[in-house]
């Protein structure tokens, strides 16, 4: 499945607010690891397709969970550890408020809360945070690691089985990413 960045729905108003295109190219520009890896591009597609889904279904907000999905490990620089990504992912969000989205400001607030804590698996009683945070987990298949519901919000951990069916399956998804 080839995922259109610039064809999913959205409102209007939100549609106006975001720059994608220059966005994904800002974001893979700086990325410093393998896009094909375990945190690059195709991971991030699997991230937006479950957050969109989830937050559609809580009446989360759409746009602040996709640039979650864009964002949240775009600052990692190890595969396997680095601790401070999601702070320089929060920080590098900040960045770029006013050049390529204008949030207000619960939803940058949102986003880059959700950014910086993402991999502490903590809950959240916000929809729009949860629903970002469930969307990541739902994708632990892709190292060999079954999703557990105790991480995850009820709606999330509707999706255990098909995530993880997602996560593993190959070929992986290809990104329709802009060059
Ligand atoms: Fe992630």
């Not at 889904?53 to 907000?61: E, K, V």
């Not at 009683?125 to 995850?152: E, F, K, M």
Request: hydrophobic share 30%; with cysteine.
């Amino acid at each position: 499945m080839r995922i259109a960045f610039t064809t999913h729905r959205m409102s209007l108003s939100q549609s106006l607010e975001v720059d994608r295109r220059g966005l994904l190219l800002e974001i893979r520009s700086q990325f410093s690891l393998d896009w094909n890896g375990h945190h690059g591009g195709h991971h991030w597609g699997r991230v937006r397709q479950h957050g969109l889904t989830i937050a559609r279904r809580r009446g989360a907000d759409l746009l602040v969970v996709e640039l979650f999905a864009f964002l949240h490990d775009s600052q990692r620089a190890d595969e396997f550890g680095d601790p401070g990504h999601g702070e320089r992912g929060a920080e590098y969000a900040r960045s770029l408020q006013g050049r390529y989205f204008n949030l207000s400001g619960d939803q940058l607030y949102q986003l880059t809360r959700a950014i910086q804590h993402h991999s502490g698996g903590q809950k959240s009683t916000n929809a729009t945070i949860q629903s970002c945070w469930d969307a990541d987990r739902l994708d632990l298949g892709r190292v060999g690691i079954r999703p557990h519901p105790q991480y995850l919000s009820p709606e999330g951990g509707r999706y255990i089985e098909s995530a993880y069916r997602w996560s593993r399956g190959s070929p992986r998804r290809d990104l329709n990413w802009p060059t």
